[in-house]
């Protein structure tokens, strides 16, 4: 006599399961059927979690955002001159990349084909736009250098950012750590960018 198989997945687990299936083969080329193999259980077993596929988008990229969005409210991004503010945001922005990596890779990667996704975009600008905005008052503080346009340092500092995602494996034997990669960023981006009076 054979048992079945029990559903042993929570919604946190299948959710880990679908960002990886998201990131593999895309949002728009993974079906419920990929995801319920990957997850090893039946289509009827996610729907008992999730309306859907978008819903296990949504919550994938609710959780990168609010991550991001909480180092904005976190006292080393409130208090103090605008480029230390700055540099905080960058580190700990790096920090939260890595510790929900599978997450914020597939915020980065998506294209505004569904609802979710364009108001992930949005959501995505409006962060952006406020460490532009830390960087501007920086800037205006003569932190920065004069020299270098302010869009042009807040798409370099985001490029540098974001790339993150492309390269981090931290299952590599000899990975940096999550702190090697901050100190790296932190360093070669404001050693560039800073005024030192």
Same mark, same amino acid.
């Given at each position: #006599?054979?048992?079945?198989?029990?559903?042993?997945?929570?919604?946190?687990?299948?959710?880990?399961?679908?960002?990886?299936?998201?990131?593999?083969?895309?949002?728009?080329?993974?079906?419920?059927?990929? *995801?319920?193999?990957?997850?090893?259980?039946?289509?009827?077993?996610?729907?008992?979690?999730?309306?859907?596929?978008?819903?296990?988008?949504? *919550?994938?990229?609710?959780?990168?955002?609010?991550?991001?969005? !909480?180092?904005?409210?976190?006292?080393?991004?409130?208090?103090?001159?605008?480029?230390?503010?700055?540099?905080?945001?960058?580190?700990?922005?790096?920090?939260?990349?890595?510790?929900?990596?599978?997450?914020?890779? $597939?915020?980065?990667?998506? &294209?505004?084909?569904?609802d979710t996704e364009r108001w992930? #975009?949005?959501?995505?600008?409006?962060?952006?736009?406020?460490?532009?905005?830390? *960087?501007?008052?920086?800037?205006?503080?003569?932190? *920065?250098?004069?020299?270098?346009?302010?869009?042009?340092?807040?798409? $370099?500092?985001?490029?540098?950012?974001n790339s993150v995602v492309e390269?981090?494996?931290?299952? &590599?034997?000899?990975?940096?750590?999550?702190?090697?990669? !901050?100190?790296?960023?932190?360093?070669?981006?404001?050693?560039?960018?800073?005024?030192?009076?």
């Amino acid at each position: #006599m054979t048992m079945a198989k029990r559903d042993t997945y929570t919604p946190e687990s299948l959710l880990a399961v679908a960002v990886k299936v998201f990131n593999e083969r895309g949002y728009d080329g993974t079906s419920m059927e990929h *995801l319920s193999k990957a997850a090893g259980i039946s289509k009827s077993s996610i729907y008992h979690h999730v309306k859907g596929k978008e819903e296990l988008l949504r *919550l994938a990229i609710s959780r990168a955002l609010d991550g991001l969005f !909480a180092v904005l409210d976190e006292p080393g991004a409130t208090g103090g001159r605008a480029v230390d503010r700055l540099e905080y945001v960058t580190r700990r922005t790096i920090e939260v990349l890595i510790a929900e990596l599978p997450y914020v890779t $597939l915020l980065l990667r998506v &294209r505004g084909n569904t609802d979710t996704e364009r108001w992930a #975009m949005e959501r995505r600008r409006e962060f952006d736009h406020r460490v532009a905005g830390l *960087l501007k008052e920086a800037a205006a503080d003569g932190d *920065l250098r004069q020299d270098v346009d302010a869009r042009l340092a807040t798409r $370099l500092l985001f490029g540098m950012i974001n790339s993150v995602v492309e390269w981090y494996r931290p299952d &590599r034997g000899g990975a940096a750590t999550s702190d090697e990669v !901050a100190d790296a960023v932190v360093h070669t981006a404001f050693a560039g960018l800073r005024t030192y009076r």
